[in-house]
């Protein structure tokens, strides 16, 4: 991702935050992370077998539960592929692990611009 990225949609986890409290978001902040890598190895498996309903239903997983928490970079990421998919184009996995990981950095800060990292804070990241 380039620097500057939108990673967060800031209007969703303020709308989270609000409605469910900062401990719930943040449970739920661990629970899309910690499945993430799970994930991930999912659709790895699925493009490498050549299962086009499974990568369907990973990528669907994967896009929606990154909107839902307001992850907009691993959203779109996400997005992209299943249309690349539909297309009967190839999935590019590694796109979406990059944009999981430009979202992980700006979340905890590291590495990142100072406009970056005031995101990350507004998106629940402890603050530096």
Not at 58 to 75: N, P
Not at 76 to 82: S, V
Request: overall charge negative.
């Amino acid at each position: 991702m380039p620097a500057g990225a939108p990673f967060f949609d800031l209007a969703r986890r303020n709308l989270l935050q609000d409605q469910l409290g900062a401990a719930v978001l943040d449970e739920l902040d661990q629970v899309y992370w910690d499945g993430a890598p799970r994930l991930l190895q999912r659709l790895q498996d699925a493009v490498a077998s050549g299962d086009r309903w499974a990568c369907e239903g990973l990528l669907h997983t994967i896009a929606g539960s990154s909107l839902d928490l307001g992850l907009a970079a691993v959203a779109k990421a996400a997005r992209e592929e299943r249309r690349h998919h539909a297309a009967g184009l190839a999935i590019d996995v590694a796109a979406i692990e990059a944009a999981l990981l430009g979202t992980l950095s700006a979340r905890l800060g590291v590495g990142n611009s100072a406009s970056d990292g005031a995101a990350s804070t507004a998106a629940g990241a402890p603050a530096q």
